[in-house]
């Protein structure tokens, strides 16, 4: 394995276990169907991979961080997963509120990661 995909590993193994607490610690705090514990790990990993890149890290951070640590962190299989679990349910506005807002967040959220990352850790 190379340096590279040791660093990948590295960050989701940490990411991976991350994932699953946050999203079972914020789901326990909300009595809904609605998925808030991966929103909240898909808007938190979009963050964080755009202060990485923004910030024009070295190649082993952004393996590390950016590619395992978010890549581990975030989940978009469980949030299609989630999403056809709520139209099943026939909780559609759920359904559509899921992929538009988790959209619109994430991409809200690399944004101003990008305009973090380059300010703090930017040339």
Known sequence: MTAAGLWVALGAAIGAPARYLVDRAVQ?????SFPWGTFTVNVVASLVLGVVLGGAAPSAVVAAVGTGFCGGLSTW??????TVRLAEARERAHALFNVVMST?????AASLGLVIGAGAFGP
């Open 28 to 32: 326990r705090t909300h009595g809904t």
């Open 104 to 108: 619109f967040a994430g991409l809200g």
């Open 77 to 82: 299989s469980t949030l299609g997963y989630d």
